[in-house]
């Protein structure tokens, strides 16, 4: 029973739960990057290239064998998920940039300044005088 109880309050423990959202908000966020990228911005770079679909950009290894598809190095492919990473990249470093700014002016409010010994002694003066009225 013991073992149970220590999993439970591993997996219902705060951060493992964000992570977990960070987790499924991150798998969605790639996916719309990805088609960012497959969709808009490569055929734009083909485009601009010649009409080039640059996914199916590929440097053919060897002879070719009837029957047998012949050896590519498929690397339109690579520059695709290159360019994926990047934006994903640059997506997160403005994102934590964002997040240490909102942190730090959080860190940054400015503390109430304290009475000096003249409001201190003022407001005894004040509550005093209040109890002596209230007599």
Same mark, same amino acid.
């Given at each position: 029973? +013991?073992?149970? *109880? *220590?999993? +439970?309050?591993?997996?219902?423990?705060?951060?493992?739960?964000?992570?977990?959202?960070?987790? =499924? =908000?991150?798998?969605?966020?790639? +996916?719309?990057?990805?088609?960012?990228?497959?969709?808009? #911005?490569?055929?734009?770079?083909?485009?601009?290239?010649?009409?080039?679909?640059?996914?199916?950009? *590929?440097? +053919?290894?060897?002879t070719p064998v009837e029957g047998v598809e012949q050896a590519a190095i498929r690397?339109?492919?690579?520059?695709?998920?290159? #360019?994926?990473?990047? =934006?994903i990249a640059f997506c997160i470093f403005i994102f934590i940039k964002i997040m240490n700014k909102l942190h730090k002016k959080k860190e940054e409010a400015p503390a109430p300044p304290k009475p000096s010994n003249e409001e201190i002694l003022l407001t005894e003066i004040r509550d005093a005088l209040n109890n002596i009225a209230k007599k």
């Open positions: 029973m +013991k073992f149970f *109880e *220590e999993f +439970k309050s591993f997996v219902m423990r705060g951060n493992l739960i964000d992570m977990a959202v960070g987790v =499924i =908000i991150g798998g969605a966020f790639g +996916k719309i990057v990805t088609s960012l990228v497959n969709d808009v #911005i490569m055929p734009i770079f083909g485009i601009i290239l010649g009409n080039i679909d640059i996914s199916s950009l *590929e440097y +053919k290894i060897g690397y339109g492919m690579f520059l695709q998920d290159v #360019i994926n990473f990047l =934006i």
